[in-house]
Each structure stands twice: as C-alpha cells, then as structure tokens.
Nanobody
Framework: QVQLVESGGGLVQPGGSLRLSCAAS????????MGWYRQAPGKQRELVATITNGGSTNYADSVKGRFTIPRDNAKNTVSLEMNSLKPEDTAVYYC??????????WGQGTQVTVSS
C-alpha cells in the first residue's frame, strides 16, 4: 500500500500562482502513474493532470498551458504548479497514485480557493 500526503493549498487571488506537493511513502514500487484530481462543491471529482513513471503527462483541457505536473522519482514526490489561477479552479485537490497491477491510493485532499 502507498500513503500520500498533500501540502500547499490555500487562498490565492485570480491570476496568482500556487504549488501543491504530494509525498508518497510505503510500497513505492507499486506506483505506475501519479496524478492530481480535484472536486469542486456540488461537482464530481475530475482529472487535472497525470504523469507516468517515464514522464509522459496528460492534462485536462481546462488547465493546459497553466498547470504543470513535475515528478521527482528519487524523492517520491509529485507536484502541481498552478499559474494564472481562475475562480473556477477552486476545489479540493487530491493526489492519486495508480498501481502497476491495478488499484490506487488517494491523499486526504488540500483546499485551493481562488478569490479576490
């Protein structure tokens, strides 16, 4: 099993930037893909960005060009660098790790609020 701990959420003004971090521990060898998802009030959880062990990335259309997902395999961390933030980016952001043989782990979530 893999444990994930997020950090870095908070309040930011529109147009601002924020960096989220996720630290993985436990059975790291099980991890294939890591990613970030978000859930806004009254909405379903949605994919934000993912990155494979090999560094291939995938982004939701709504964040392309604004967000990046760097991953440090040596430190077992994945981050989400968010720029040009919009009020519609407000959500609880969750770190996710998908395993090679199926299954996954989720972090506890961190709140991001974009408001003036």
């Amino acid at each position: 099993q893999v444990q994930l701990v997020e950090s870095g959420g908070g309040l930011v003004q529109p147009g601002g930037s924020l960096r989220l971090s996720c630290a993985a521990s436990g059975s790291i060898f099980m991890i294939n893909v890591m990613g970030w998802y978000r859930q806004a009030p009254g909405k379903q959880r949605e994919l934000v960005a993912t990155i494979t062990n090999g560094g291939s990335t995938n982004y939701a259309d709504s964040v392309k060009g604004r967000f990046t997902i760097p991953r440090d395999n040596a430190k077992n961390t994945v981050s989400l660098e968010m720029n040009s933030l919009k009020p519609e980016d407000t959500a609880v952001y969750y770190c996710n790790a998908d395993y090679h043989l199926g299954g996954n782990s989720w972090g506890q979530g961190t709140q991001v609020t974009v408001s003036s």
